[in-house]
């Protein structure tokens, strides 16, 4: 996807410094990217600009998947074995970082968004955690004018769902007029702010990953699994 990148100066985005954030158990592999859109829209904006992020993130040396959301049952209305929600727990296992995408709609992230994290559980048979630690970004676009409500509530959403979300956010007003015809950003303020925020969404995750198991480790999950040890220790006694 980097090919198309005419709309980008690449002076002024050098790779990344990798030596610089990387662990020193670093897995060594590309940073590993997940895209997320709240849209099945025919023109779908909330895609068009994740494409646009996935472009910069292969630039940056990323990885990157986007999954489609078409044919994802509404949560709790299918088995967990649905090959939707298979694929989209087997991506979110695969990556190390996410981008949210969501148009706002009727004040708020779409239900197409919403749906896709509450697929998304805190923990999975075996103790994967597919959410824990991963870093996140989170963008929106609007049909009207400026707005913030949709980040707002993903980064609530990132939250509870144990991310790194970074400080840095997109939002685009009135994105039908801001796309040309072949679905692109041109150079100006909103393509400027989604390469920044994917910059900046690279660099967290190299610091992050192969730190991330230190660095969401906490003293209250420690304590319930002292106490489940010494109640099986206990039981072994009687």
């Given at each position: ?9 690449k ?65 709790d ?45 805190l ?37 509870w ?6 400080p840095n ?18 150079q ?10 994917m ?40």
């Amino acid at each position: 996807m980097t090919d198309g990148l005419d709309n980008l100066r690449k002076e002024a985005l050098p790779q990344i410094d990798v030596a610089a954030l990387k662990a020193a158990d670093d897995p060594g592999h590309k940073p590993r990217i997940l895209l997320l859109y709240g849209s099945l829209r025919e023109v779908s904006y909330s895609l068009k600009a994740a494409q646009e992020a996935a472009r910069i993130l292969e630039y940056l040396g990323c990885e990157t998947r986007i999954f489609d959301p078409s044919g994802l049952p509404l949560p709790d209305d299918a088995p967990a074995e649905h090959p939707k929600v298979v694929e989209l727990r087997e991506l979110a296992v695969w990556a190390e970082g996410m981008v949210w995408s969501s148009p706002e709609r009727h004040g708020a992230m779409t239900s197409i968004m919403k749906a896709q994290i509450d697929w998304l559980p805190l923990s999975l048979k075996g103790g994967i955690r597919p959410t824990q630690g991963k870093t996140l970004a989170v963008m929106q676009v609007s049909g009207g004018s400026q707005s913030f409500n949709a980040v707002n509530q993903m980064r609530i959403l990132g939250r509870w769902m144990r991310m790194v979300t970074i400080p840095n956010q997109s939002s685009i007003p009135k994105a039908w007029l801001e796309f040309d015809e072949g679905g692109r950003l041109p150079q100006g303020p909103f393509l400027a702010r989604i390469v920044d925020v994917m910059e900046e969404l690279v660099k967290f995750t190299w610091l992050v990953r192969g730190r991330a198991e230190y660095l969401v480790d906490r003293y209250s999950e420690r304590v319930e699994s002292a106490d489940e040890v010494h109640k099986r220790v206990s039981l072994k006694d009687t």
